[in-house]
């Protein structure tokens, strides 16, 4: 933590890339801000409380981390700050409940389908409770999709290219299940074998992001030795367990199994990432031109620096349009759980950046990750259009079968 | 800073625009020259021209002290706040106003970023050309009250060639328009636009400001050639000069910087003992008419051997050099420092030869990397801090360049401006008189000398800047003093 804080120089070159900066105009909430007031706390010239709101407030975007010039590792620090509050933070009792709330549910697919379906938070509390979570239940669909297990084992079609296993993930195994078996029929279709291991579970990357430490290793280690070793890649279809799982050098950081969590994380890779370094053989394409804007994960687009695979993707599609937009590079205000903590911002955020999706007059949204979609659709949904918002992985997977 | 003055800001501001809490407020006690930090009193984020005014007035009736902020992003130490004063943060008035295409022009409150208005008037084939390293993110404001120059300020002019009118408030609660949207408004009277750009503050703040847009260049042309000798370098400048050429930019490297860049980005230079890079822009009928003259020119001045970039891999390969040149400095030596100061471009050769005598003097390597075509000097005086009076020799010798420039008749500060860092150092440049003059002109705007109080005259009750080598950003190869 010492280096990244002396390592930051103050010269605001992070300012305009940060979206709270942006959004509220002020250097508490600015990237040099939060990194002065770390520094405070850390050299007890400022109380952790006071600090703890700024920090609060930080997406974890990493917008701010290629914009510096001194190489700040922001993320690390962060993280870092977050765990160690975390072990000594006192929350008022609803914040402490909603929070909870988040830790038990959303890494666990069943507890979350539980909670959702029976809506035995929904109709109970809603409108009883404050915003955190009226804004959870908001982030919920009215009906949940029925679960759609990917085979153990799908095999390539044609010739055998490669092998790789599929990340399950947590929110997005109950929220969108036709995600990772659309990544699985679209990499099959290229010729990759793809594992879907039975007892592979959440990364805890959400959990990292919010920093419950504790929490985190221990799910994480619950996937250690649950994919095969043969696997040419592990692909994660969401941006979030990507990076925090790039982080776990970090969390295991002194823990006796921090060589197998490296391994582990070394193996991983994005869907999209993947796809583009191996090639596409299939791309069929659109029998219409579709007019597509890709929206940016943030955790693929600062944390894991994947500004060019999607698109390279996406562009080699017949009758696919990519369209730029303004800002993409602005977060949405998803941000892995933000949206449950920080509804405001995260409302505003989601608000600015649909603006400039519809300025570029698209009929299709395109991203690669769940909270992104989750996001969008409920900003677009607000405001009663009905601007489809997809997976890459759906995206592709059409595209190779030729459908329209 | 007393309690009615607070009462009288909760009256303006909302609780979340008036900062007075240590939380709020420590993050603004350093711009980017994070040796000084002073915590102000308070802060207020105004949202419009009145709040700024109000806020102004109520600073002069109180007779409490306040700093204009953009973002924060001065070398020089010139937003630092003052200790039981305001900070007026204007990042939020970061609006275009207006953008006219026809009169080429853009009206901008002082919040807005440099490059903001670039991209603004991008779709319309125009930009605005003054271009500081910090371009990115420092704002308009900040750029008048420094006059920023950039890296073309050399064919373009600096701030103050581009502001073509601004409304005011003055340190005593003045409200007033300086200047007009039209070139030809400003001429009449006494310059006061002028005289407000490159105030470092101490006037009062810029409220609306009309700035000229130019036509993007349609094409670049460069050429660069090697010297066996630094001072046939230096005069190549001049001969350009003097054919009535005005190149976009004009750069020399000596030995030590093409050996520090060869070094760090490997790009492939001349062995040589100077290297001038000279850049045309502008049209391309003319850039290419211009450019033929430039080469006869640069044929006859002497250089072994000269390359010309024909394709724009080949420019970027001439720039990359001389880009990473600054920064990869420090791999030649543990420490140094760096020196900012600017000569007539008729006696750069001159002032070559003098720092090259200085050199052997202290016994210290110098390496020159500079803009030529401005005459803004770069030495870095190279030395060891862990030999005993070592750094006292090297610091030594800085003084002696800056008093060098002075003397040719040149300046103290390229471009960072005085601020907190060169308060000192204003009597080698101006005399008695002159620092009389600037000061009863201040007085007469600001009798209670309540903006920006401290900074730019010498004196006061701040401690003298020490810091030595470049500046963490200018090692990374972002910022250069150019």
Partial sequence: ?404 | MNRAFIAALESIYPPQRLLTRDVELLPYESDALTAFQTKPAAAVLPDSDDEIIATVRLCHEHAVPFVARGSGTSLSGGSLPIADGLIIGLNRLNRIKKLDPQQRIAVVEPGVINLSITEAAQPYGLYYAPDPSSQSICTIGGNIAFNSGGAHCLKYGMTSNHVLGMKVVLADGTVTQFGSESIEGVGIGPDLVGLFVGSEGLFGIALEITVRLMPQPELYRTVLAAYDDLGRAGDAVSMVVASGLLPGAMEIMDRLAIKAAEASVKAGYPDAEALLIVELEGETLQVNAEFEQLRGIIEASGAFEIRVANSEEERARIWKGRKGAFSAVGRLSPDYIVQDGVVPRSRLGEALVEIGALKEKYGLDVANVFHAGDGNLHPLILYDGRAAGALEKAEALAGEILALCVNLGGSITGEHGIGMEKRDYMPAMFSEEELDIMQALRRAIDPLEIANRGKMFPGGEAPALKQHGMHPLEKAGVISRE
Avoid at chain 1, 354 to 369: C, F, K, Q, R, Y
Avoid at chain 1, 379 to 389: H, R
């Fill in chain 1, 1 to 404: 933590m010492a280096t990244a804080i002396e390592k930051c120089v103050h010269c605001g070159f992070c300012l305009p890339a940060c979206p709270t900066y942006s959004l509220l105009g002020e250097e508490m909430d600015s990237p040099r801000g939060r990194i002065y007031l770390m520094k405070n706390v850390l050299e007890e010239t400022l109380s952790a409380a006071d600090a703890q709101p700024y920090i609060d407030r930080c997406l974890g975007c990493m917008a701010c981390v290629p914009a510096c010039p001194s190489g700040v590792e922001y993320g690390d620090l962060l993280v870092s700050y977050r765990m160690l509050q975390e072990r000594e933070r006192q929350r008022p009792p609803l914040d402490a409940l909603a929070r909870r709330l988040v830790i038990e549910t959303l890494p666990y697919p069943k507890r979350f389908r539980l909670a959702a379906q029976t809506g035995r938070i929904g109709k109970a509390l809603r409108g009883a409770l404050p915003e955190a979570f009226a804004s959870m239940l908001n982030l919920l669909p009215e009906k949940l999709p029925s679960p759609l297990p990917a085979p153990p084992v799908l095999p390539a079609r044609g010739e055998l290219r490669a092998k790789v296993a599929l990340l399950p993930g947590c929110v997005q195994q109950a929220l969108a299940p036709e995600i990772n078996y659309a990544a699985a029929q679209a990499l099959a279709a290229n010729g990759v074998e793809v594992h879907s291991p039975p007892k592979a579970g959440c990364c805890g990357s959400i959990l990292l992001h919010v920093g419950a430490e504790q929490q985190a290793i221990e799910l994480a280690r619950r996937n250690f030795g649950q994919f095969p070793d043969d696997i040419d890649a592990i692909i994660t279809t969401a941006a979030g367990c990507g990076s925090g799982i790039h982080d776990y050098e970090l969390l295991f950081k002194d823990q006796p199994d921090a060589d197998r969590a490296a391994a582990f994380a070394r193996k991983v890779t994005d869907f999209s990432a993947f796809l583009s370094s191996l090639g596409m053989r299939e791309r069929t394409g659109f029998a219409h031109e579709r007019r597509v804007v890709y929206q940016d994960a943030c955790h693929l687009l600062h944390a894991q620096g994947q500004q060019s695979e999607a698109r390279a993707l996406l562009m080699q599609i017949p009758n696919l349009r990519l369209l730029p937009i303004a800002d993409a590079g602005m977060c949405c205000g998803s941000a892995g759980a933000y949206n449950i903590d920080q509804p405001a911002i995260a409302a505003e955020l989601g608000r600015r950046k649909v603006a400039s999706i519809l300025a570029a007059e698209p009929d299709l949204v395109v991203s690669g990750n769940i909270g992104c979609i989750t996001q969008l659709r409920q900003q677009l949904k607000s405001t009663g259009n009905p601007l489809p918002v997809r997976h890459i992985a759906e995206v592709l997977w059409e595209a190779c079968a030729g459908s329209e």
